[in-house]
């Protein structure tokens, strides 16, 4: 597709159980950046990743969240032993290399922990 | 702290009105300060954008106004319609970091 994809859209879980939520960056960025968003807040950055760097982890919230990408492709946030205040929108973005500043974001995965 | 405050939460405006948000930064090494718009249910777009060494930049209806030595910046919505009913997050980074810092976002209501 043309821009970032995310999936899924909305997912309803249990407090304790663990969700993967994934990106599909744009064609060609090297960059991929994860922000949570809690209702009504602003963004929050949770981790990037630049090409084979080590990931920028510094602003995952807690050992529960990890994020892995493969290469300069798809890219998954995994949240382990979910909790009631993990609940939020998670949107991913991408951006060229040497450009890192203009973001482009998809929609996000909704998370609603019960 | 890598801070950035945003102001108003919120904003009703007339259509044809002026909405003016503002934003306030800590870290003078910041050298870049983009603004994004967020439609509900979608992702952030970038705007509209300026560096330091620029008073001010237009782009349309929208213009940033920058005061570098207050630390603050604006962004100004000419001749406001319904259309852009959104909400606004300012931002800010600099060369050696790799994430923007986002202010916590004004939500924008024109009114017809």
């Known amino acids: 597709g043309a821009g970032v994809s995310q999936s899924p859209s909305n997912k309803v879980t249990e407090k304790g159980k663990d969700v993967e939520l994934r990106c599909d960056p744009i064609?060609?960025?090297?960059?991929l950046y994860w922000y949570r968003q809690r209702l009504g807040q602003g963004l929050e950055f949770l981790i990037y990743f630049q090409g084979n760097s080590a990931p920028d982890k510094s602003g995952l919230p807690s050992d529960r969240f990890s994020a892995e990408r493969t290469g300069e492709s798809v890219s998954t946030l995994t949240i382990q032993r979910t909790q009631q205040e993990d609940s939020a929108v998670y949107l991913c973005?991408?951006?060229?290399?040497?450009?890192?500043?203009?973001?482009?974001f998809g929609e996000g995965s909704r998370l609603t922990v019960l | 702290q890598q801070q950035v405050k945003q102001s108003p939460q919120s904003l009703i405006v007339q259509k044809g009105g002026i909405s003016i948000i503002n934003c306030a930064y800590e870290n003078t090494a910041f050298d870049y300060f983009p603004w994004y718009q967020q439609f509900p249910g979608k992702g952030p777009a970038l705007l509209i954008a300026?560096?330091?060494?620029?008073s001010e930049k237009k782009e349309g209806r929208f213009t940033i106004s920058f005061n570098k030595s207050a630390k603050q910046f604006s962004l100004h919505i000419m001749d406001s319609q319904p259309g852009d009913s959104a909400t606004y997050f300012c931002a800010a980074t600099y060369n050696a970091g790799n994430m923007l810092t986002f202010g916590g976002g004004t939500r924008l209501m024109v009114k017809p």
């Open positions: 064609s060609g960025h090297t960059a």
């Open positions: 300026i560096r330091p060494d620029v």
């Open positions: 973005a991408s951006s060229l290399a040497g450009r890192g500043r203009e973001l482009f």
